[in-house]
Structure formats: structure tokens, C-alpha cells
């Protein structure tokens, strides 16, 4: 099977080409093909004839979207659906990545893959927007909801809280927005399943259990053998400019019917960790 993975420079993406073996698979980032530009994905999806395209490129700044509405909605958007129909042309499979974040965060219990979409922020709203753009483009393509993504390839919450944690004596974290944090190397694992098991429809697909961004600080600085006191702190205390909703769980039902088991977010936590040293 030829796969083609749009992203391949992102936390996802290195994490997909890492763990994907047996199918013949190929990379590209924005400078192979820029999202943005619907005669090039057309062009490159023609040349290279996936059987799958996954689609793992976006403009992921939740803050930095908040002030780049125009950027934000080209990119997550209007470039999924270029994608979309380029492979509506050529025949080929599409998973599209997707957020928690199209989620109000009002519920108190896990997130179905058919709770209705309310997103609070401008990057929520072009995520929301792209899955329903698809849905109808390609009704056959494959939305996996993810969230608190972490691994060692960019930017994420454990690296941060990590270094935080070597130069202070105590950090402060926000203990009133609960969701599931998820390794890249667990989500990619999925990803490659949920294309060998040709998913369909929206899937949700996150580490087990579900902790606050305190909770999961205190656990990160608890396995790394640091003394760093980590203290919880309100949302209000510490406002952002992109709102997060406060609980976006998402549960495990889509995922357990295609027979995928996801490790704990602890256990990926420990595993991480290992990674990181290496
Ligand atoms: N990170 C999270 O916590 C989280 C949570 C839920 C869902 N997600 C979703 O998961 C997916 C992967 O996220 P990530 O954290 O791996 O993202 P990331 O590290 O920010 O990587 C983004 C990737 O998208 C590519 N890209 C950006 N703009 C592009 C454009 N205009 N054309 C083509 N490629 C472009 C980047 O390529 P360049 O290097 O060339 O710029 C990079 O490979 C995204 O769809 C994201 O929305 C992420």
C-alpha cells in the first residue's frame, strides 16, 4: 500500500514515518506542497497515487490563530478541502487529523463522536469547519479526534514543563481544564490500525485516562526524579488568548468498537521520558 503523509516535519508526522514499516510511505511538508495551494496537491496527489493520504498538516498555534483568523481558516480549512478533493479525484483514501478543541468543554462526561461541535477558539472553529467540509467532499473519509499531543519531535507540554522544572523551585499550573494527553508514538501506532482496518467516519483516539494540565505537570516532574514543587492555579489566573474548553475528554467508544486498545497516558508519560534521553 502507498501511503502519503502530509506533515511529515510535524510532532505527528516524524512520529508517523518512525513508526510506519511494511507499507511504502512518503513524507512531505509545506515546502513539497503547501496546503494552500489547490493546483499543487492536486498535482503531487496525481504524481504520487496514495492509497491513503494522511492528513497532518496544519497551522496548529491555538494562540497564534486567535490573531491570524485569515492564515488560521486558509491553512485548516480551505487546504484540507484541496486535499479532499484531490483525492476524491485520484480515488485515494483520506484520514484527516482533527482536535478536541471543536468541543465547548461543557460536558462533564467523555466526548462522543457525535456530541455536536461548538468551538470556543478561532483554531476549534477551523478544524470544525474543515470536518464538515470533508464530510462532505468525501462522506467515505476517516476524522480522528486527538488531544494534549506530546512527543519528542517539537514543541509540546512535558518538554516545556521539563525545562521549566530544571531552573525553578516551583511552577504553577492551570488545574481546572481536563483532557487526555497523547503520546505521538500511541496516536501514530492507531493511525497506521485504523488504515490497515479502512476506518471510516469520526474515530476518537487519545491515551487512556484523563488528568488536568496540573495533574499531568506533577506526574511528568514525578517520573523525571526532579524536586520541583508544582502548584495548581484557575484558568482565570493565568488567561490565555485562545480559550480552551475546560473538560474535552473524548471517549474511547469509537476506537474500542474497531478493536484498538490505547496505552495510559502515565505509561506514555514513562515511555516519553525514555525517549527523550535517548
Ligand atoms: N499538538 C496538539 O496538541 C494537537 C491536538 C489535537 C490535534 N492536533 C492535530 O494533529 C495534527 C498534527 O499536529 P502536530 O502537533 O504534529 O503539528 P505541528 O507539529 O505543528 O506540525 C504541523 C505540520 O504541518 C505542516 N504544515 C503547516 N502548514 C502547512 C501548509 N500550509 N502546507 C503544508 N504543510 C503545512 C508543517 O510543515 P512545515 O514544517 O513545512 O511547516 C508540519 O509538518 C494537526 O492536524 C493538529 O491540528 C494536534
Given at each position: 500500500?502507498?501511503?502519503?503523509?502530509?506533515?511529515?516535519?510535524?510532532?505527528?508526522?516524524?512520529?508517523?514515518?518512525?513508526?510506519?514499516?511494511?507499507?511504502?510511505?512518503?513524507?512531505?511538508?509545506?515546502?513539497?506542497?503547501?496546503?494552500?495551494?489547490?493546483?499543487?496537491?492536486?498535482?503531487?496527489?496525481?504524481?504520487?497515487?496514495?492509497?491513503?493520504?494522511?492528513?497532518?498538516?496544519?497551522?496548529?498555534?491555538?494562540?497564534g490563530?486567535?490573531?491570524?483568523?485569515?492564515?488560521?481558516?486558509?491553512?485548516?480549512?480551505?487546504?484540507?478541502?484541496?486535499?479532499?478533493?484531490?483525492?476524491?479525484?485520484?480515488?485515494?483514501?483520506?484520514?484527516?487529523?482533527s482536535?478536541d478543541?471543536?468541543?465547548?468543554?461543557?460536558?462533564?462526561?467523555?466526548?462522543?463522536?457525535?456530541?455536536?461541535?461548538?468551538?470556543?477558539?478561532?483554531?476549534?472553529?477551523?478544524?470544525?469547519?474543515?470536518?464538515?467540509?470533508?464530510?462532505?467532499l468525501?462522506?467515505?473519509?476517516?476524522?480522528?479526534r486527538?488531544?494534549?499531543?506530546?512527543?519528542?519531535?517539537?514543541?509540546?507540554?512535558?518538554?516545556?514543563?521539563?525545562?521549566?522544572?530544571?531552573?525553578?523551585?516551583?511552577?504553577?499550573?492551570?488545574?481546572?481544564?481536563?483532557?487526555?494527553p497523547?503520546?505521538?508514538?500511541?496516536?501514530?501506532?492507531?493511525?497506521?490500525?485504523?488504515?490497515?482496518?479502512?476506518?471510516?467516519?469520526?474515530?476518537?483516539?487519545?491515551?487512556?485516562?484523563?488528568?488536568?494540565?496540573?495533574?499531568?505537570?506533577?506526574?511528568?516532574?514525578?517520573?523525571?526524579?526532579?524536586?520541583?514543587?508544582?502548584?495548581?492555579?484557575?484558568?482565570?489566573?493565568?488567561?490565555?488568548?485562545?480559550?480552551?474548553?475546560?473538560?474535552?475528554?473524548?471517549?474511547?467508544a469509537?476506537?474500542?468498537?474497531?478493536?484498538?486498545?490505547?496505552?495510559?497516558?502515565?505509561?506514555?508519560?514513562?515511555?516519553?521520558?525514555?525517549?527523550?534521553?535517548?
Amino acid at each position: 500500500m502507498r501511503v502519503m503523509i502530509l506533515g511529515d516535519s510535524g510532532l505527528l508526522g516524524q512520529a508517523l514515518m518512525q513508526e510506519w514499516s511494511g507499507d511504502e510511505v512518503l513524507g512531505l511538508n509545506s515546502r513539497d506542497a503547501d496546503i494552500r495551494d489547490k493546483d499543487r496537491v492536486r498535482e503531487t496527489v496525481e504524481k504520487i497515487q496514495p492509497e491513503w493520504i494522511i492528513l497532518a498538516a496544519a497551522y496548529t498555534n491555538v494562540d497564534g490563530c486567535e490573531s491570524n483568523p485569515e492564515l488560521t481558516f486558509t491553512v485548516n480549512r480551505d487546504g484540507a478541502a484541496y486535499v479532499a478533493e484531490a483525492a476524491r479525484r485520484t480515488g485515494a483514501k483520506l484520514l484527516f487529523i482533527s482536535s478536541d478543541y471543536v468541543f465547548d468543554g461543557k460536558k462533564n462526561s467523555p466526548y462522543e463522536i457525535d456530541d455536536k461541535r461548538n468551538p470556543l477558539s478561532v483554531y476549534g472553529r477551523s478544524k470544525a469547519e474543515a470536518e464538515m467540509r470533508l464530510l462532505d467532499l468525501l462522506p467515505d473519509c476517516c476524522i480522528v479526534r486527538t488531544s494534549w499531543l506530546f512527543g519528542t519531535g517539537g514543541k509540546c507540554f512535558p518538554d516545556t514543563i521539563l525545562k521549566l522544572a530544571s531552573s525553578r523551585p516551583a511552577l504553577d499550573v492551570v488545574d481546572d481544564q481536563r483532557g487526555c494527553p497523547t503520546y505521538s508514538i500511541d496516536f501514530a501506532r492507531a493511525i497506521v490500525q485504523l488504515c490497515h482496518k479502512d476506518a471510516t467516519g469520526i474515530v476518537h483516539a487519545t491515551n487512556s485516562g484523563n488528568c488536568t494540565w496540573f495533574e499531568f505537570a506533577r506526574e511528568i516532574v514525578k517520573q523525571a526524579g526532579l524536586p520541583t514543587e508544582v502548584r495548581p492555579l484557575t484558568t482565570q489566573q493565568m488567561p490565555r488568548p485562545a480559550q480552551r474548553p475546560a473538560y474535552s475528554v473524548l471517549s474511547s467508544a469509537s476506537l474500542d468498537r474497531l478493536g484498538i486498545a490505547m496505552p495510559s497516558w502515565q505509561d506514555a508519560v514513562s515511555r516519553y521520558l525514555q525517549e527523550r534521553k535517548l
